[in-house]
Antibody, heavy 120, light 107 residues
Framework: QVQLQESGPGLVKPSETLSLTCTVS????????WSWIRQPPGKGLEWIGY???????NHNPSLKSRVTISVDTSKNQLSLKVSSVTAADTAVYYC??????????????WGQGTLVTVSS | DIQMTQSPSSVSASVGDRVTITCRAS??????LAWYQQKPGNAPKLLIY???SLQSGVPSRFSGSGSGTDFTLTISNLQPEDFATYYC?????????FGGGTKVEIK
């Protein structure tokens, strides 16, 4: 079965760029939409954006132009970059796949999540 | 953005109870609604998509209904492993948005 694993620094300084990678195993990255979602400690879920295997992206305007999502099909990896971070970007970051190929219906599976703390 | 409002924000229930959680969208989203269960320290788990389609492997005591702006998640015969926080998510219009969550607690 498909498994997702997020990786990256757990601590980022304010004003710097948060960079995370999601490695997909047990299946191909093609045919599906792949999203990044975050959850501040003790709070709810926020969709950050998606990428299709072709490279097409869409992201949440709430993060303005700070977000870059990319895909490396040769490595079966997604990446997320959030620039100019502040304490408000402290959260558990998840990558997730859409449940059905080529459609937006709901996220399954999810990675285990990785906590990123923004602090000097 | 479409606002997703869940109610109640928390509910106390006993094993064997029937629990209903409501999710209201600020505008119509057809049937493009998903429900998730999240336990502390874990990623959310997809229960229902397209308002009423049960995700593979999810027990049949979970069911979803609704369309347009009003949706419900029903857990019949509540089990000990069902005590968790539940979120709805609209999958119709970008940006995709989630409800604020409903915590199901042990009475």
């Amino acid at each position: 079965q498909v498994q997702l694993q997020e990786s990256g620094p757990g601590l980022v300084k304010p004003s710097e760029t948060l960079s995370l990678t999601c490695t997909v195993s047990g299946g191909s990255i093609t045919s599906y939409y792949w999203s990044w979602i975050r959850q501040p400690p003790g709070k709810g879920l926020e969709w950050i954006g998606y990428i299709l295997y072709s490279g097409s992206t869409n992201h949440n305007p709430s993060l303005k132009s700070r977000v870059t999502i990319s895909v490396d099909t040769s490595k079966n990896q997604l990446s997320l970059k959030v620039s100019s971070v502040t304490a408000a970007d402290t959260a558990v970051y998840y990558c997730a796949r859409e449940v059905l190929p080529g459609a937006i219906r709901g996220f399954d599976p999810w990675g285990q999540g990785t906590l990123v703390t923004v602090s000097s | 953005d479409i606002q997703m409002t869940q109610s109640p924000s928390s509910v106390s229930a006993s094993v064997g109870d029937r629990v209903t959680i409501t999710c209201r969208a600020s505008q119509g989203i057809s049937s493009w609604l998903a429900w998730y269960q999240q336990k502390p320290g874990n990623a959310p788990k997809l229960l229902i998509y397209a308002a009423s389609s049960l995700q593979s492997g999810v027990p049949s005591r979970f069911s979803g209904s609704g369309s347009g702006t009003d949706f419900t998640l029903t857990i019949s015969n509540l089990q000990p492993e069902d005590f968790a926080t539940y979120y709805c998510q609209q999958a119709n219009i970008f940006p995709l948005t989630f409800g604020g969550g409903t915590k199901v607690e042990i009475k």
